[in-house]
């Protein structure tokens, strides 16, 4: 400490200085916690998209559940029983007229018979084909009755509730008079549901008949003119009778069917997550579970990978390991170029040029080996996929090329001295040690391709259903729709607070837990290698 | 090597005690006292005593990674922009001002203890820039004021006569040497009472070497200076007094001529004669 | 002539033509990679060349530049097949009052031009790029200048790279929730502004910091021991030389920022706007307005309207002058970063 007892000089070493303060900060102070909130927004708009996609989407849980309840309170679960029923009669009646296809093509490709006397040969079958098909034309017809009733019962609730929430916005209002005049009826489901459970003597006894029918038609099935296709007529008898074989069931599930009977809140989420339907703004009921979605997804971001992991990673061994300095200077811009290319511009492309050139290319009969060639559906997982590998490409070529520009220089010197050639040395040390990396590249890849929206939206063929898996590898030529695409294709139309509305934000939530899971996943394994390294 | 701990702690407590009395020269200007210091959790200096006399030039020596460095950057608080450095023990003062004190202004203080670093480090800026940045920051702006001390440090420097007619064209196109006698205008330039110098010469020739040296000899009239040099001659050439170092211990403190012809401790006489580890 | 056999002779066949296949495997995946990249741009360019340029002076289709889209009319007038405008097609229905009748087939969005598209697109870009260099470039500042390694830098910069996996349309979703909704901002510039800011502030923070860990340590020691505070040696010493890295890394945010449609669908784009921006009565509604934008309307035309003829023309333009756009500035980053790092060698 100086001694300030002599103040008429200046002291020697003034180095205690008072810096303006406000608050207790100086201006150094100050600064440094500006730029400090500035880093700190990352985290901020991180947060921020968790508590919107929450805020936005929460509700849908509990939307879904009414949802369901209603489903059950006004009868339409006890209805789609019949239609269950109907649905797999339609099934078989769509196996038979496979079964007519495939005998046509055999008459008139192999035995050269005109189409004339094809159809004449095929006449039995059709007669017997037509019986069949309407056997079900009774309980269809008691469906549809009941259908309306449910329906009828389901609307008056629906307007009940509108009712009570414009009384409730009047009376937040203030406007206590005009809510007292919105009239409210009750819905009495116990009264109301007794029609439609009083139908169901009549019901068994259409079932029965219907049954009864069918299985004299099993008894007079016609002779096939092709041979070749009788397993599988007999093959429509066995699913005929397994068919039948259920009707019991069906008829004690009725009975026991009770709608009082409370939806469990986990259903909600069940009914969410492992929902194998995707059906909104639908006369009857509106389903949302996203399996088909995430199947979708999925499935067009294998395909991508499937392209793209050879390609990227193959690339990025070459350019890194194999090719000159001049071609690297070539290549790596060309490839960073490829990344810039604005993925809508991409699906367009798929629109008008990939789409058509694929399926002509599946068209082709010496390619017809390819699972699922020769196809019809322009837009497809395929094509999705391809363009989504133009995508992942450049993503997987710039961390896979980084990740093998890391392996120690040691390493490949150390392999070349022991008198590795140049390919062991790539593929027995190059290519391991740099594996984790390469790994996360792929993941990233993935996360990449995952995301991305324009170009499934326009190129995926946007059908909402689980693609038929039976097939084996020709799953790939059917068109899906993705989570990307959904919610995409339906924010811009939805009711805002409706259930649909808050069901695409609860897809977006799924999304964005699918991007942080594989984001931490690669940087995990990016962890590992950093420490096997080093 | 091993080193006999009671010989040091010995030689500690003779080699200062002869030299100066801690913090009681009339003429002492930083005093430091019983330093420890550490990076982290390991320990680069060990109990460090050593008093500073006013213009004078004062050399530490000592073989690599023995803590010269680290002293000298204590001294202008350069350390403290490094991540969990502490003066764990000891106070350092100059003008018997702890300079560790909290209310104590780092920018104040490395305004008046100036630094030029080994590797020279003018900025891409033009040679008159590079010289008035400092004053430019205290808000000085008067072109006039500002044109005498460019030329006064440049003068100082020993640089003037070379780039007087460039004085706009960029810093980075001197010569090595050229640029580390800049960098010593540009410390000057803000009138510092201090001037640390951390092995100013280690990447010039022997021409340029020779130049800086003579202008330390200039300076030691107006400045303090405290030069960290690995070279013997250098040492034994510019300066008054000399501070031997070896494993963050300060070994003897002496009369530069004393430490060359007669050090007192063995250690310092097997590193000043070469004849090290 | 027999040579020497020696044992360093080059083994006969096998092994060595086994590698060079295996070469020439990876040098067929790269540079099918570049095949597939130059098909698409090859493509655009030529099919939207014919939209783009004439063959008669200005050779520029001026019309398609400048207008705005209308919906394109094809009729048969006296024996000749016709193409006019909706505008066009008015004036001749009022020169030609029998033309009223004439059968007429339409496409929407297939005659004018793209100008509000372009536009609104440089609006979105600047506007967006303005506030994620501002704020990237501040938290690159405290990342690399101020912060000490700690727990909250950590979580800080796992934020940034987790930031950088969410998907496009999830920023969408955000964007409309937070801005459009919540704030009551509707669909507007500012919304898309600040959505597409959000989404390329990892791409900006990560550039700023490279281009700052590349200024020499030596530039901020010298500077801090001539007595300057931390603000002034940022300031006067770092940012300067940092800048230009800063700026030319994040042109290819730039390109990022233009290239998606997915954040504005919902927060900033119009399938269809009749004013042109600067169209306002107040100062203020110039935020607060929604804006035609080129990707969206790419995507507009290419899923909207039917594929034929007379669409395939508008819709190879629009893909045409995007691309060109985003193209040109992945281009500019990747030639001034090449000379950056060959200017400054410190
Ligand atoms: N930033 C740092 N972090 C951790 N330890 C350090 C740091 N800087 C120096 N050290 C350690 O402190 C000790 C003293 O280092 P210092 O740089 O002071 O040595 P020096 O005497 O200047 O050596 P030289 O002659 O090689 O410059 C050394 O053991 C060194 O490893
Ligand atoms: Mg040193």
Redesign the interface.
Known sequence: ??ETSSPPVA???????R?LRFLGLT??DT??A???G??????I??A??TV??F??GFGFFAQNRTNLEVYRRAGLEYVDFIRRQTDDHTALTRYLSDVRLRQLKLLTEQEKKSLDEANAALAPFDAFAEQFSATVDPLRALMAELTEQATALKTKFAVTEDRKVERHQLLAEGKTAEATAVKIDAVDFATELLPLRAALPAYKETSREFSRKLVTLLDATPVLPAAELLPRMERLKQLTRDYLAGFPAIEQAMEAWDYKEPVPAWQTFTSFLFGRQWLTASFWQDWYGILPLLIGSLLVSLVALAFAV???V??A???NQ??SVREQKL?K??????S??????????G???LGQALRAASQISWLSWVPGFPYSERLNILTAGCLLA?IA?PTI?TLAEDALNNVPRAFKEASYALGA???QTILRIIVPASLSGIISAVL?GL?RV?????VV??CAGNRIAIPDFTQGLSVVTEPVHTM?GI??QE??EVV?GSIHYRA??VV?LV??VL??L???LA?KIVRRYRISIG | MVIATPEIMETRRAAPASASPPSAGKDTIVDIDHVDFFYGATQALNDITLAIEAKKVTAFIGPSGCGKSTLLRCLNRMNDLIEGTRVARGTIKIHGVDIYEPDVDVIELRKRVGMVFQKSNPFPKSIYENITYGLRLQGRSDKAKLDEVVEKSLRGAALWDEVKDRLHASGLGLSGGQQQRLCIARAIAVEPQIILMDEPCSALDPVATAKVEELIQELRSRFTIIIVTHNMQQAARCSDRTAFFYLGRLIEYADTRNIFTNPANPQTEAYVSGRFG | MSTVSHIFRTPPGGVRRGERMVFWLFRGATYFVLLCGATVFLNIVIKGSHTVFKAEAPFINTTFLTQAPESLYIFEWEGKKREMGDREFRAFKEQNPAAAKVETESYVYSAGGIWPCIVGTVLLVVGSMTIALALGVSAAIYLNEYARDGAFIRFVRLAILNLAGVPSIVFGLFGFGMFVIYFGWNVSLLAGWFTLAFMVLPVVITASEESLKSVPKGFREGSLALGATKWQTIRKNVLPYALPGILTSSILGIARVAGETAPIMFTAAYVVRDKLPWDVEKFGDFFFQGVMALPYHIYVVSSKIPQNDYTERVQYGTAFVFLLLVALIATASIVLRSRLRNRYKW
């Not at chain 1, 500035?38 to 985290?43: G, M, P, S, T, Y």
């Not at chain 1, 811009?333 to 490829?338: A, G, L, N, S, Y």
């Open positions: 400490m100086i002291p020697v070493f003034a180095v205690k200085k810096r201006v150094d600064i440094r500006f730029f400090g500035n880093a700190l927004v990352a985290v708009v991180l921020l998209i919107f996609l805020r936005e050879p390609l990227g193959g690339a061994i070459y350019v194999i090719a290549i811009p060309c490839i960073e170029f490829i810039a290319f604005p993925s809508v511009v991409l699906g367009f492309f629109i008008a040029v133009v490409v070529f050639s140049r390919l990233l996360g995952v995301g991305e929206t324009m939206l326009l990307t919610i995409a924010m811009g805002r695409l934000f977006g999304l964005f991007s942080l594989i984001n931490f940087q």
